[in-house]
């Protein structure tokens, strides 16, 4: 992801999606997540461990966003100055 986020911000939020979906996924098993955010305080790179805690049944909302999850898509292109879903201005003619 170099090349769409040099400083690996982009990177840190498709990791925080990808952390929500698991969240989702583990509560949707009938766990609780249990979630220890930066574990490795000298490893930037290892963003969060993420394990099972208590057996809890998922509730109705949490069963909708485990459903969405296959739905979901990411968007690969760099960002630009356009605003996303916008067509391009027509050439103006001369």
Not at 9 to 28: D, Q
Not at 33 to 40: G, H, K, N, S, T
Request: with cysteine; aromatic share 4%; glycine share 10%.
């Amino acid at each position: 992801m170099i090349l769409t986020g040099p400083g690996g911000r982009e990177t840190v939020i498709a990791c925080g999606a990808a952390l929500f979906n698991v969240r989702i996924g583990v509560r949707r098993l009938g766990f609780r997540p249990a979630v220890d955010l930066l574990p490795e305080p000298g490893n930037p790179a290892h963003l969060a461990h993420v394990g099972f805690a208590a057996h809890a049944p998922s509730t109705p909302d949490e069963t909708l966003m485990a459903r969405a999850i296959a739905h979901r898509h990411i968007h690969r292109r760099p960002f630009g100055p356009e605003r996303p879903n916008r067509r391009p201005d027509p050439p103006h003619r001369v």
